[in-house]
């Protein structure tokens, strides 16, 4: 009998303990509700942790395949652009796990989610005047072609070979929709 209680007393330990990590876990400061402007609010408060006075717009926010990671694409002070890795949580929220920004128009990086490694084609494309990128990575093993032409905010994913294992690239050549190339 007094082991039995031990046992019960065991296991309803074990799920306090349980239910106080998913608590934990799920309003953890950067953890948001899956909708836009929930999404640019938490954004905001990431990018401006402790005291920053930056202005952050999300553009665009998309899943990649069907994997627990997603994409956010944002504008800060309408000049510069960046973008966010989230995971996806319990109660479908969404953890932001890390941002990076910079000032050229259209980047290039890996992205690693559940299922695997995927490259990450992202950017803003003003008045349409890129019709395609051309991806080359270091190695010369990966060579690729996308077609932006109908898109403002680029952001596309694809999912990486087993032989490349990371997105490093050497250049990006932009083209026109006549096939010039195009300095960005």
Same mark, same amino acid.
Do not use: C, W
């Given at each position: 009998?007094?082991?039995? !209680? ?5 296991? =309803?330990?074990? &799920?306090?303990? @349980?239910?106080? $990590? =998913? ?6 400061? #950067?953890? &948001?509700?899956?909708?836009?402007? *929930? ?11 402790p005291e920053g006075n930056l202005k952050?717009?999300?553009? *665009? @926010? ?7 990671? #997603?994409?956010?694409?944002? %504008?800060?002070?309408? %000049?510069? =652009?960046? $973008?966010?890795?989230?995971?996806? *949580? =319990?109660?479908?929220?969404? !953890?932001?796990?890390?941002? %990076?920004?910079?000032?050229? !128009?259209?980047? $290039?990086?890996? @992205?690693?989610?559940? *299922?695997?490694? $995927?490259?990450?084609? #992202? ?22 072609? /996308?077609? /932006? ?12 070979? !087993?032989? /490349? ?7 990006l050549l932009f083209f026109d929709k006549?096939?010039?190339? /195009?300095?960005?």
């Amino acid at each position: 009998m007094n082991m039995k !209680k031990r046992i019960i007393s065991i296991m =309803f330990l074990g &799920i306090i303990i @349980i239910g106080g $990590y =998913f608590i934990i876990l799920n309003f953890n400061e #950067f953890v &948001i509700e899956n909708e836009p402007t *929930k999404i640019e609010e938490g954004l905001n408060k990431f990018i401006n942790r402790p005291e920053g006075n930056l202005k952050v717009k999300l553009l *665009k @926010i998309q899943q990649i395949d069907k994997t627990d990671t #997603f994409v956010a694409i944002f %504008s800060i002070n309408e %000049s510069d =652009f960046g $973008y966010a890795k989230l995971e996806k *949580k =319990f109660f479908n929220k969404l !953890k932001i796990i890390y941002t %990076s920004s910079g000032s050229a !128009k259209i980047a $290039y990086k890996d @992205i690693e989610t559940n *299922k695997g490694n $995927y490259g990450l084609l #992202f950017g803003l494309n003003p008045q349409f005047v890129i019709h395609t990128v051309q991806i080359n990575n270091l190695e010369g093993t990966h060579t690729q072609k /996308v077609d /932006v032409s109908n898109k403002e905010v680029i952001l596309v994913a694809d999912k990486l070979s !087993k032989e /490349v294992e990371k997105a490093i690239t050497s250049k990006l050549l932009f083209f026109d929709k006549e096939g010039n190339e /195009v300095v960005e």
